[in-house]
């Protein structure tokens, strides 16, 4: 507050000239802000943020409870690998693998492939049968040569028997291939003398 220069009447501070004698006031700034009903609104992101947090956490638990929540919280589909191999393929990976086992063991070997008592080559469209005359340093570990993945792929390659024949301890190692009636068919192997 501050008296006019003119009459010295009381102002308030935010006249620009006196109401009673029309002298012009010295005003200071700050009474030249808006009053309370002339500010205008700024704009508070507030509200719209909680609004978007509440909307999205009330369609998460929706979806969580919905077949998208199922299929999101679904384990990965286990795929098979051997699920696109072929019967002449499996063979081939049949025949690499025991080579591989007879190579790591120092042993050699040759295959013949039979369908029925035919002569049939690995890309025979029947059943086969594999025979493997191998000579081995260790004849005892005659098993393992076909335990590896071989017995895995019988039933894939469409392959009924494996018979492995040791030619320095004169033994045979079998392996045949379960009927189709259980699950998938599994090779069981038996050795005989």
Not at 24 to 31: L, W
Not at 157 to 177: F, M, P, Q, R, W
Not at 183 to 189: E, N, R
Request: with cysteine; glycine share 8%.
């Amino acid at each position: 507050m501050h008296d006019c220069p003119g009459c010295a009447a009381p102002l308030h501070g935010h006249e620009k000239v006196c109401p009673r004698c029309g002298t012009p006031q010295p005003v200071r700034q700050d009474m030249f802000e808006p009053s309370i009903f002339d500010r205008k609104e700024e704009f508070n992101p507030f509200p719209i943020v909680i609004g978007v947090v509440v909307v999205g956490a009330v369609l998460f638990f929706m979806a969580q409870n919905s077949w998208i929540g199922q299929v999101m919280n679904r384990p990965p589909e286990k795929v098979d690998p051997l699920a696109n191999v072929t019967a002449p393929q499996a063979r081939q990976m049949i025949q690499q693998s025991v080579q591989n086992k007879l190579t790591g063991f120092g042993a050699k070997g040759t295959f013949k492939w039979m369908a029925g008592d035919n002569p049939a080559d690995v890309n025979a469209a029947t059943p086969v049968q594999l025979t493997i005359d191998a000579t081995m340093p260790d004849p005892s570990r005659r098993k393992e040569v076909v335990d590896s993945e071989a017995k895995t792929l019988m039933d894939k390659g469409n392959v009924t028997s494996i018979t492995l024949t040791e030619s320095k301890s004169h033994s045979t190692a079998t392996y045949t291939l379960a009927p189709p009636a259980s699950s998938g068919g599994t090779a069981d192997g038996d050795g005989s003398n």
